[in-house]
């Protein structure tokens, strides 16, 4: 952080100085030139910034102030202070909704960039048909989650489910996936894992071509077998994209609603009830908006908390 | 920079300016003379929808010169979330159709006011329990123009291989019939205990078939895990465990297709829809389907509602409002929404006809129907029972024990509503 803003600083000074004659006046045309080009360059950000603005940092402000009321859908609110965060401390179902997204993240993550890394690897080796896989690959990230977790509820159905029949031929099972508290988030975890690794690996792959060549040549030519390669080489130079590919991954897997909405309905006995769902419900279906944006803020202060671990750690790299 | 946030602000001056202009406009379009109207698809077809209640606008104002009438179209979904928003910001219609449950929320809001006015010397007429479902305080908030109902629907082919030739009406009945049912591969009785599944198809009627109730009489506190309660649960968790309710159960949520019920995987349901019965005609096989009585234990009772008519209290034609209720509420207008749309008649001396051969069991389940007790945080409480009710099937908890957590759940939950 600190040192991208000093070499941002850094970066015009040479041009006073390359200006001949005396500083004071010679500095003086230079900065109306400068401030004109600012001034050109705000109004082409003009329109993201005001979307931004109006759509996402005001929203976010206005969610800031509710979580301090006790707002009613008629319009009626009243200020209550730190009350909601109060009884947020003590309700059970937000530490067990936290405890499942947690533990969600536990599942998820290292899942997808396993996947997508795994993927990533073999693509950049395989030269034959790797557009057409690149493609197989990332399609299911660019499908419904919604359509994607009908599947795959079908798939893990205790009665009739395409995994309960293959492992009925090898006698086994059956197996009920999303009826299981132990096996409801792994199942529900490898769905949305398989649905969105596909851009993880594209972004991998990117990062895996941007190695130069000649390093791993070297390192072939010193003898590396392919997995000390892999291990020394690669995944060291691969480590600021693998940071980044982990913080986008925790993030999703913080905000993880739709598939269980659709797969399970939080069930069995909340065992798959994260904290969005129960943000949904508080605010959705309970009309509790303040304890709702309460909820919401938390999460975020959550997310924050986590990108700025993360972006510490992918800084002290480069 | 001052006269620059000025440049700034005439624009934005100017568009707030135009914008509470147009607002006014809208306002000012609507004479008093008009009526709006919030209606929900009941007749599932989206084109019969739009072309019955384009109808009843023209029938109106012919029978009507000099009111008009505009029924806007609304989709069920986020129904809630809506109307409190239009009630909150005054631009609420002047009529909407109205569950039971949800009359005392608005109520609550202060959003209705008392409509005994438009069906003044017709009062007797309808089923005492579709007005005592919409009446608060001695004042009927909306009026009823149809009524649902749900019963009992068997597989008689399931049943006929189990070598059952009663179909279980009783929960004794049931119990006797699990064990036949499993030898031959099929599970008894359907339920759906998915969080997102409504309670009022599936826990509470065996709760009231049990003799319990939801609420004590004053509704301040949850009365659903007394011995009643304990007995159905019990019910329940005891043909689970036996293999007699799918074990999809968890994860289900009601719906006849491509369910353990349409898949001809269980016997029989207890809150099954002339839709669902008119579905399983079609995909058993006629012979197949048997509709009976809503299922008895202690009481013999299902899950049936009104829809209603209500005015909103801000309603600028009081007198417009209450002549279209009393318009909608007349035989022939519930002749003919029944007729569209598959729903039965809350009118006792009003009878829909019907040329399907399930309508007649349906009609006969009416007197049985129990609209389920009024609360304001009715669907809250249902989100705190079913993950228990979870609990009890996946053996975690005992009933008693899965109650008793839902029911000090539910009494934090009504203790924060006073």
Redo the contacts between chains.
Sequence with gaps: MTAGTAGERTAPTPEPVAVPGPPLPAGRPARPVRRREARVGLLFVAPMLLLFVVFRFGPTIGAAFLSLTDY????DWRFIGAENYARLLQDDLFWSSLGVTALYTLFFVPLTVGLSLGTALLLHRTVWLRGFFRGVFFLPYVTSIVLAAVIW?WIY????GLLNAVLGVLSLG?V?F??D?RLVLPAIAATSAWKGFGYSMLILLAGLQSIPREVTEAAVIDGATGWRRLRWVTLPLLRPVLFFVLVIEAIGAFQVFDAM?V????????AS?PLVYFLY?TG????DFGYASALGLVLFLVVLVFSLIQRRLIGRDE | MTTGSKRALAPLALLTAASLLAGCGGDGGSEANDVTVWMYPVIADPKANSAYWDQVEKDFETAHPGTTVTIEEQPWENRDEKLATAFGSGKGPDVVLLNPDQVPQYLGNGALRPVDKAVEGIKESFLPNALDALTHDGKLYAVPIYHTVTTTLYNKRLLDRAGIDKPPATWDEVKAAAPKLKRVGAATLDYSASNEATLNLNFYPLLWQAGGTVFSEDGKKAAFNGPEGVAALTFLTDLYKAGAVPRSALTNTNIFADHPLGKQQVAMGFSSTLADADLARKTWGAGNVVVGKPLRNAEQVSFGVPGGLGVNAKARNVAGAEKFLAFMAGPARIQSLGKASGFLSPRTDVTVPSDDPHAKRFQEALPFAYPGEPSPVARQLMALIAPEIQAALTGRKSPREALDAAAAQADDLLARQR
């Excluded at chain 1, 797969?263 to 909340?270: E, K, Q």
């Design positions: 009613r859908l008629s319009g509820k159905d205790v009665e009739d059956p009920d999303l009826g508290e909405y797969m399970t309905a939080g069930g069995p006995v909340r009830y419900d959705f279906k309970f009309f």
